[in-house]
Structure formats: C-alpha cells, structure tokens
C-alpha cells in the first residue's frame, strides 16, 4: 500500500487515514472484488467445425458419432479458444502433437506433452489477465500487491504460477503466494473465499487472484459418452480481480464480497472427476450432473441465504430458532439437524441438513468465513420470490442443461442467466476461469446498480457446490 493511505480498525469501525481529509470513518468493512479481467488464446474454434473433426475420427462407433452430433449441436456453444494452434483447420507444421491437419485426425500426445505445453502456455495467460487487472485498477499498483492466489486444474509445475506472476509482475518478493489446484470448475469461489479472509484478518491487504486453465489440452477422441460431452464443452482461459477493503473510485464497479458457502451433495462423487492417465487428464462427465444439481440446488443454497439476515428477512426461509441454532452450530463446530418446519407450519415436512464447521474460519455475523455442509437429504423448496430478491445470478455455465434445471429450478428469468449463457456460447466451459468471466458479464451490464445483489454458484468433483452472496458497489470517490 502507497505511504498516502492506510486502513486500520477501531472496535466495530475501520479507518481511512487520507493525508488531505485526515481520519474517515466507516461502519463496518467492505471487501470487495475489483477491477475484474479476462485473457483468452487467440486461436479460436468453431464449434460446428470441430464437431466434424470429432465426428470423422477413425474408430468411432455410429453410437458414438450420434453421441458427438447431439453433444456439439445443444452444448450452446458457437466458438471457444486454444492455445494448441494445431487446431485449426488451416494449421501448417511438419510435425504435429495434437492434430494432424493433413489427414484431420486427433493425436494421442502423452500427460508430459501435454503438460510442458500448459507450462509455456498457462503461464502466459496467468501474466496476461494479472497485468491486465492490475493496470486496470485505479489506485493500486505492483507495489501494494501483499498475497496472490492462484487457481488451476489443468496443469502442474514449480514454481509454479504464483510465483511467475511475481516475478513478471514485479510484485514484492515477501508477497505471500498461495495456489488452489485440481479442485475443478468451482475453485475460484474458494480463492475469493481466502482473499477475503486475508483482507479480513488485515484490512490494509491487497489481495491478486488469478485463475487459468488449458482444458482444451486433454481433450481426445474416444467412445465413451463422458468423454465425448467434456469434448464439445471445455475450452482456455482466464481471469484476475483484485480483493481490497480499499474504496472504490469514482464511478467504479465492484462486488462486495459477502458470504461464502459449501456443500457436498449426498450423491454424485463418481459423476464428476477430474484424475492424471498416461495420456493426459481424465474427465468423468456423468449425464447425471444436472439431474443432481436440479435435485439439490435449493438445498445448496439454502445456508447461504439462511445467514444472510435482510435476504433471510425477504425470503422468508428461516426463522429465528432455526438462525439461532446455525449460529450456535458453526461458533461451536457441532453437527445439528436444522429443522425448519417449526417456523414453516404451512409447509411440508422436509428433512434437514448436517453442517459442519472450522471453528476458526466460521464468522456468521461478518462472514469472515465459510460453513461446510452436507445435505444428508434435499430441502425443500425455496420461497418466492428468490428470483426477485436477487437481482443478478452468475451461474457457472458447466452446459447448457445445467443452466436450463437452473434457471427453471429457481424460477428466475431468461435475463438473469444471460450472462452465464453469453459467458458459455462464446468461451465454453473454462473451468474456474468460467464463473470469474461471468461476474464480469454482470459488472459490464448497463443496467446493474448499485446496492443490487448478486449470487455467484459453481459446481465441481464430490459434487461439491460453492456458492456466495455478494453486493454490487459503485464508487463516489
């Protein structure tokens, strides 16, 4: 942090010591997601172009090229980047890896080179958008970076990316550097999670996170159903924000980070995995996904809104026993059944969920930290008007039929799953780069105001559910 500001906490107040004003108080402390920027390869696919390709390889069976139409034509995807220039119809090189564009037929490259092409590559798009959030930032600088967190599940080396970004970046060499791998698509809402937490424990923190990954470097041929659909969707990219509690300028955008929740749904372990073969990394895709999410996403999301009070008070959806008990449940570290029903008389009896909780990392009041449930069985549903009281949804767009249970789980309208459906048709699926662009999508939207909420949700391996309330600021200087 520059010698001309310094944030510091008094009892329930925080401080900004400015040289012109002297000492402004504020009630409370905002952290919040700034400056967000996205950086993709520039080779682009054609989704129509590379369902032929996938469709004519040898050794398909005729199931499996009817797999390979329907899974291209309805992913809701028309382009998606690469960094594997082979790609291209049009690509010329005496000695191919991936694709050989003479006889249009994908090649079968080891884990090891696939991987050195991840290390040249990923690296480049880590330093793209970290640059780019930083440059973008009013107020912050290279200098004033104190943690960076880093996010992939494409890829491995050391040093590895966090360490890059520091050193192109010209970040201090005592920035402390954390890195959340092969987690999966929902990682980036555990590293806002963690940016948020440092900026909590100290509110003069400046924190860079940046995610990217390379998924289009495991993509294969094959027979099998799960293959074939993680193929017509995953693609590269990636993104960066800056998390401070520094205030925003004049006319700026950003997300105040609220609450964060996890949960693990009690089925789904062996329908989403991610695992290292001898030739590249293994996806299992299970066509399941969305039945599980339309089954359980109320009850993901039912903590999360349980412990935010004024969207509690809205909903309806919790009374106060049943916060109480939350409460006491995460401050003490218990396993309760939270039972609802007898504050909703008027509605069916439903069966209630386990949480657990790191004592030390569960704030309910502030949202310092996170509680981690799991749904021993689905909740009910949520009330009405859910699609109301939250403006903005920023859906990880893992497919098409993941957006579509969404949307109508929930009852929320075309408009509020725009930017998750831009998000997959002109990028696919990026894994934890994804949700970080669809924020982005909402920040840039004309019409989103100030004050409005936000509620970001990414899916991932377990199946595990991340999810988080956040608020939209706009800067007064």
Same mark, same amino acid.
């Given at each position: 942090?520059?010698?001309? @500001? ?52 040898? =050794? ?32 010329? =090189? ?17 884990? @090891? ?7 040249? !590559? ?12 930083? !440059? ?24 590895? *990316? ?7 970046? =010209? ?5 402390? @550097? ?46 099998? *159903? ?63 996904? *969305? ?127 725009? *930017? ?58």
């Amino acid at each position: 942090m520059g010698p001309d @500001r310094h944030i510091s906490w008094v009892g329930d107040w925080w401080e900004t010591l400015l040289p012109d004003e002297g000492c402004v108080r504020h009630w409370g402390m905002a952290v919040t997601l700034r400056s967000l920027q996205t950086a993709v390869p520039p080779t682009v696919l054609i989704q129509e172009q590379v369902r032929d390709v996938f469709a004519a390889q040898p =050794g398909l069976t005729r199931l499996a090229q009817r797999i390979v139409a329907t899974s291209f034509n309805v992913s809701g995807i028309d382009t998606r980047h690469t960094v594997i220039d082979e790609l291209t119809l049009d690509a010329t =090189g005496s000695d191919p890896q991936f694709f050989d564009p003479s006889e249009q037929r994908l090649l079968i490259p080891s884990t @090891r080179v696939r991987n050195e092409l991840y290390i040249v !590559e990923a690296t480049k798009l880590f330093v793209e958008a970290g640059r780019k959030a930083l !440059e973008a930032c009013p107020g912050v600088t290279a200098a004033d970076v104190t943690h960076v967190v880093t996010v992939s599940c494409t890829g491995f080396y050391a040093p590895g *990316p966090d360490y890059m970004l520091v050193r192109e970046l =010209g970040l201090s060499p005592a920035t402390q @550097r954390y890195h959340l791998g092969f987690m999966g698509c929902y990682a980036s809402m555990p590293a806002l999670r963690t940016a948020k937490q440092f900026v909590e424990a100290d509110p003069n923190a400046v924190v860079l996170v940046v995610s990217a990954e390379l998924c289009s470097l495991h993509l294969r041929t094959s027979n099998d *159903p799960d293959t074939i659909v993680a193929s017509s969707l995953f693609s590269d990219g990636a993104a960066a924000g800056i998390v401070s509690a520094r205030p925003l300028a004049l006319g700026e955008r950003g997300l105040n980070l609220d609450l964060f929740e996890t949960v693990i749904t009690p089925v789904g372990e062996g329908d989403m995995a991610w695992k290292i073969g001898d030739e590249g990394f293994e996806m299992v895709l299970s066509t399941y996904v *969305p039945h599980i999410i339309d089954e359980h996403i109320e009850g993901a999301l039912a903590p999360l809104f349980a412990r935010d009070a004024a969207l509690s008070a809205v909903l309806g959806a919790v009374g106060e026993t049943a916060a109480l008990e939350a409460d006491l449940d995460l401050a003490l570290g218990l396993d309760l059944a939270v039972d609802r029903d007898a504050t909703e008389s008027t509605r069916p009896a439903r069966p209630g969920r386990t949480v657990t909780a790191d004592a030390t990392s569960a704030d309910t009041e502030t949202g310092a930290g996170a509680s981690v449930a799991t749904l021993q069985a689905p909740l009910e549903v949520l009330p009405a008007p859910v699609s109301t009281a939250i403006a903005h949804w920023a859906i990880h767009p893992g497919g098409r039929s993941i957006l579509d249970k969404t949307e109508a789980k929930l009852g929320l309208s075309e408009a509020q799953l725009v *930017p998750s459906r831009e998000t997959l048709r002109k990028h696919g699926n990026m894994s934890s780069a994804t949700i970080l662009f669809v924020m982005k999508e909402i920040l840039e939207a004309p019409a989103t105001a100030d004050g409005e909420r936000v509620c970001a949700m990414a899916f991932g391996p377990g199946l595990t559910v991340e999810s988080g309330l956040m608020t939209v600021a706009v800067g007064i200087g």
